[in-house]
């Protein structure tokens, strides 16, 4: 009992930090602004109360249960809690996952970089979060930098395919983070993806409603504005920390009894319509039938939960698939050297991704 009102305490305090930081108006919140763009606003005006003020109280709140509730379970000397503290173990990283996890901390870095430069040298550089991009777009018909990058990042698809959700997405590292810690504590976390259709319902009224208020801006050409310092200011260092930190427990919590990378898997708007051409893209996991022993060890592994066992009974020469992130995390587990990244020609897939499509529809 006095364990789940420390969770409480601690839940109600990194809430309170998230409402502060805003967090709770973000990225977490872009499968709801499909339906609220058609009524013409956003997450931010209508989950206002989420604020500072709100944050503060919930902070003070969390603060007062978390304090009491570990003075009295101290003296208790909950073995359970100790022993899963004790044996927590870091993961082991392969090759790909090192590099990948470098690559995300440089992007971190990156943002840290331009948060500065706007801070302290009054630069005039506007956020590029994805949240920034269709607001300004739909609620003001304005385009700026964040749109121009977010367009960069969909044509990079057609390269190497879905390469945005694991090398530069910053919630995607979060989201692994999360496994990370929970595997440590050796928490069983599932990669199955139960049941992915609704990603595409919330897809489609996501980018229906974008073009939809696009195009009413486009009937009046005047009012559609492009200028590369149109969008939001970028927030201020501790509101990006701040949000990645808190996004941390409350992810854990989800991927717990959600599974690794919920968010991608059912709710992402923008994972969604990338996993509907990555297939496109010419990057890919190349597999070598030669080499391969079927063991399954890469499909148990996958953080996509990728039937990677189907490709390689059909002989595919890469796994062509629309949840595939393109991450590597295959490449390490593959004790035979069986996949690596390869060039892969559209044509050479065209056969086996048609059949998957079937399958799955079936
Ligand atoms: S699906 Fe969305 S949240 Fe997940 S990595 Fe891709 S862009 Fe990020
Ligand atoms: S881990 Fe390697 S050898 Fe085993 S099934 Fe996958 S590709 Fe084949
Ligand atoms: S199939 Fe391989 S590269 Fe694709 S998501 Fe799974 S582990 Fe990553």
Redesign the pocket.
């Known amino acids: 009992m006095r364990k789940y009102v420390l969770v409480f305490g601690v839940f109600l305090l990194v809430l309170g930090v998230a409402c502060a930081t805003e967090e709770m108006v973000g990225?977490i919140l872009m499968p709801v602004s499909g339906v609220l763009y058609f009524f013409g606003t956003t997450s931010k005006k209508v989950f206002s109360f989420f604020n500072v003020e709100t944050g503060k109280y919930l902070v003070m709140a969390g603060t007062f249960i978390t304090v009491l509730s570990l003075i009295f379970l101290i003296p208790e000397k909950n073995k359970e809690l100790r022993k899963d503290i004790q044996s927590f173990k870091w993961s082991q990283f392969g090759a790909w996952k090192k590099r990948r996890t470098l690559f995300q901390l440089f992007i971190l870095g990156l943002i840290t970089f331009h948060i500065a430069l706007v801070h302290y040298k009054n630069l005039n550089i506007p956020s590029i979060c994805?949240r920034s991009s269709t607001d300004l777009a739909t609620t003001a018909g304005k385009f700026g930098l964040s749109a121009v990058f977010w367009l960069i990042m969909y044509l990079l698809v057609f390269i190497w395919g879905?390469v945005?959700?694991?090398w530069f997405?910053?919630?995607?590292f979060v989201?692994e983070q999360s496994n990370n810690i929970l595997t440590g504590f050796k928490k069983k976390i599932h990669n199955i993806v139960k049941n992915n259709k609704i990603i595409y319902i919330i897809t489609s009224v996501f980018w229906g409603s974008v073009v939809y208020n696009v195009a009413k801006y486009a009937l009046h050409i005047d009012s559609l504005t492009f200028n590369l310092t149109n969008g939001y200011k970028v927030a201020d260092l501790w509101v990006f920390w701040g949000g990645m930190l808190t996004m941390l427990p409350l992810t854990m919590f989800l991927t717990y009894y959600f599974g690794n990378?919920f968010?991608?898997k059912y709710l992402?708007?923008?994972?969604?319509l990338?996993s509907i051409y990555s297939r496109l893209g010419l990057l890919k996991i190349k597999i070598d039938h030669n080499k391969c022993k079927n063991c399954n060890v890469c499909a148990r592994n996958c953080q996509m939960g990728v039937g990677i066992d189907k490709y390689i009974t059909e002989k595919s020469p890469a796994i062509i698939d629309k949840n595939c992130?393109c991450c590597g995390d295959c490449i390490d587990t593959c004790k035979f050297s069986a996949l690596n990244y390869g060039l892969v020609s559209p044509i050479s897939f065209a056969n086996s991704s048609t059949r998957h499509d079937i399958d799955e529809a079936a």
Request: proline share 10%.
């Open positions: 990225c994805p879905r945005l959700c694991s997405c910053v919630y995607s989201q990378r968010f991608c992402c708007p923008v994972g969604g990338t992130i």
